[in-house]
């Protein structure tokens, strides 16, 4: 089926393992079932009165070894049965998280990072859970219920049918019940997905929510998510609470049926006291893989419940791939490149580029200028092949962009966002993320072109200072700095910084940019910035207006133009002098 599409080829790659756990657990099953034949035997033969004490001390002896022989054996079939299902775990897991890798930004963009979390954790529990369990079980229920009854029969067969006659009413209970909980495990699933979602986002937010004094309706919108779990919980757990209480009354029925004529059996003399003993313990065995129906359905229907949600994140195929045009040989990109009549939107109404073309020489910096909203981040996004551009629009040293192979195309491009993520880590473990090889002078040096060496070094522990969750010790500016610092350590041939000077001031942005200039001299640069000052020394400046490049040159030339960019250079030199008055 294609449920455990999955599941199977780590089934297949321990089947070794699985095999040795189930004949082991076929030699427990049969040794538990010598047990009753050996007190049989002993009962029988104390009530013929030609058993003395040696023999009985012989039958407990065998009984205790038969006992610490079943119990060697069960630690091994746990070792390599359920030992397999962690194994079937961790390969799912790894596949889950490279999946996701591999899959594009829009997916990020629909899906909650909260339902994302919830398929790493209860899914694939529930799925390790019926793979562990569930065979373990399973060869119980076909082996016991085989050989227990076949022991029964043995003993007396009118008994045996009357003690089994209420049995075929589980499997009604299994196959209503059985329905229900795979619906109701899916709601519950949904449900922990939601609420993992919305408290994930609410600790991610904390600062936001206590600037605007909002935790009381953030706690409430919490505990909305919480009831709905606590209440789609409680609707399956009514389900399952039937299941026990409806397997007991059938349990209960069946033992009475052979109390009642197994006894009076006993007494006519049909079958022995030992045979009637043995019967009830037979019976137990039997009764044994009735109540694990009832374990296994319920492991099956959340595990089956479990993989086809996960399954639904497997059949997602990424936008984003190395083409049939895809020319591997290409290894590196060195800087140069070209944009041809490139026109762009993310959906119908929205059009962002209406054929723009614009090219820059390897080694040189551009700088694009903009108002908010024009596509300045979008030409990088479709450099770097986060969204995919029209075909034969974008071409990097010669090469049209379908035929560079993704790895080589992002090992030579390194972006700066302007919002900045960084790792639960030491500063100079997040310096270092873009070369994990790299040496602490390495790392310094890098700190310092980005000049946010001085700010570290005044830190107690300097580079091994640990950052909080997402750099949230640091300030904007800092954080923005070490981020540089990182992109710098890995010298890329392009390097891109998106508006990621926007909370350092204005002089250290231009330290900043005067000292990355010396640094990455004949490799290429691509800057976007709202502070037109800091963009002077750019070798060449486009600026996007209504879906057009609508100027292009150095800063003399464009403010020669006197048009937008102009317009835009006086407001902000306005702006910075009315600052400084104050």
Known sequence: MKTFEKVKPYLK????????????????????????????????????????????????????????????????????????????????????????????????????????????????????????????????????????????????????????????????????????????????????????????????????????????????????????????????????????????????????????????????G?????????????????????????????????????????????????????????DFSIKEIKGEIEVKNLSFSYNEDARIFDNISFNLEQGKTLAIVGKTGVGKSTIIDLLVRVYNPPKNTIFLDGHEIYTIPLKTLRSSIVMVPQDIFLFSDTIAGNISLSKPNASREEIENAAKIAQVYKDIIEFEKGFDTVVGERGVTLSGGQKQRIAIARALLADPNILVLDDSLSAVDTKTERNILEHLVKARRNKTTIIIAHRISSLQHADKIIVLEDEKVAETGNHQELLAKGGIYHDLFEKQQIEERINQCE
């Open 13 to 268: 790659d321990n089947i070794g393992r699985i095999i040795i756990g189930i004949l082991i657990l076929v030699t427990v099953d049969f040794t538990q079932l010598i047990i009753p034949k050996i007190i049989q035997l002993a009962i029988d033969n104390i009530d013929k009165g030609i058993y003395e004490k040696s023999d009985l001390l012989r039958s407990g002896i065998i009984i205790f070894g038969l006992t610490l022989f079943m119990i060697f054996l069960r630690y091994f079939w746990r070792i390599t049965i359920l030992g397999t299902s962690w194994i079937v775990d961790k390969g799912i897991r790894q596949e889950y998280f490279e999946h996701l890798m591999s899959l594009s930004q829009n997916f990020f963009n629909r899906v909650k990072t909260g339902d994302l979390m919830a398929y790493a954790t209860n899914d694939l529990n529930a799925i390790r859970m019926f793979v562990g369990f569930g065979f373990v079980i399973g060869v119980d229920i076909i082996l016991l219920m085989i050989a227990s009854i076949s022991f029964m029969v043995q003993i007396n067969l009118k008994l045996t049918i009357m003690a089994i006659l209420p049995m075929p009413f589980l499997t009604i209970v299994i196959i209503v019940l059985g329905k229900k909980i795979h619906k109701l495990f899916s709601d519950v699933q949904a449900s922990f997905s939601n609420f993992s979602g919305r408290v994930q986002e609410s600790i991610s937010g904390i600062r936001v929510v206590k600037a605007f004094v909002q935790e009381d309706a953030e706690l409430e919108k919490i505990s909305e998510s919480a009831y709905d779990y606590v209440e789609k919980n409680i609707a399956l757990v009514k389900v399952q609470g039937l299941f026990d209480p409806s397997f007991m009354l059938i349990i209960g029925t069946s033992m009475m049926i052979v109390m009642v004529f197994g006894g009076e059996l006993t007494i006519l």
């Open 270 to 326: 049909e079958i022995s006291k030992g045979e009637f003993i043995a019967f009830f313990q037979y019976l137990g065995m039997f009764i044994w893989p009735m109540i694990a129906i009832g374990w296994v359905v319920n492991m099956y229907q959340r595990g089956t419940a479990s993989l086809k949600r996960i399954n639904k994140i497997f059949m997602e195929k990424p936008e984003i791939y190395d083409e049939e045009e895809t």
